[in-house]
């Protein structure tokens, strides 16, 4: 009994040792030290190189879309009635389908997104809620965290933007 006892006690020091000992993960650096932190480049006011005027047009137009969101987002409002908001924007600049694509977005909490708005979608956004809307048109793409309130809790400071949505950086 005492045998099987020891050999119990070493079995478990041995597995608690092996918890203990920091595993290195094939292509990793082995090297304890911090990474060395860099300054992050400046980035220009406004893109340095021209889009190609499709995807111009398409993230005008989905920036458009994304504005539209926001403003209508507040506490009592539908989500479906919100969609509708955003499904219109999209008609009007000539992308009336593209909404189908990909999910708009939703109320956000410990998932990416509690549960989408979609058009028959009855449940009211509730005040400072998390919401995501991204809106989508192939190739160009529009998302934030806001809260119902409208205030942006993703915003970027120094990125170009486009109607006070972040804009496609194209450096060249």
Same mark, same amino acid.
């Given at each position: 009994?005492?045998? =099987? ?6 079995? &478990?020091? !041995? @597995?608690? %040792? ?42 005008? =137009? ?6 539209? &969101?926001? !403003? @209508?987002? %507040?506490?009592?409002?539908?989500w479906s009635d919100i969609l ?56 160009t793409k529009s998302e934030d ?28």
């Amino acid at each position: 009994m005492i045998r =099987a006892t020891v050999l119990r006690a070493l079995v &478990l020091t !041995a @597995a608690f %040792a092996a918890a203990l000992t920091p595993v290195t993960c094939l292509g990793e650096d082995t090297d304890p030290s911090p990474p060395k932190v860099t300054k992050a480049p400046k980035l220009p006011a406004k893109a340095t190189k021209k889009l190609p005027p499709d995807l111009r047009r398409k993230h005008d =137009a989905v920036c458009r879309i994304d504005s539209a &969101l926001h !403003a @209508a987002t %507040a506490p009592g409002q539908r989500w479906s009635d919100i969609l509708e908001v955003g499904i219109q924007v999209y008609e009007e600049t000539g992308f009336r389908d593209e909404w189908r694509h990909h999910h708009q977005g939703g109320p956000m909490g410990y998932e990416g997104r509690d549960y989408k708005a979609t058009p028959s979608e009855t449940r009211r956004v509730v005040e400072n809620q998390a919401v995501g809307w991204n809106p989508s048109i192939t190739g160009t793409k529009s998302e934030d965290t806001i809260l119902s309130s409208g205030e942006v809790l993703t915003s970027m400071r120094n990125w170009p933007t486009c109607g006070g949505r972040p804009d496609l950086l194209c450096r060249g």
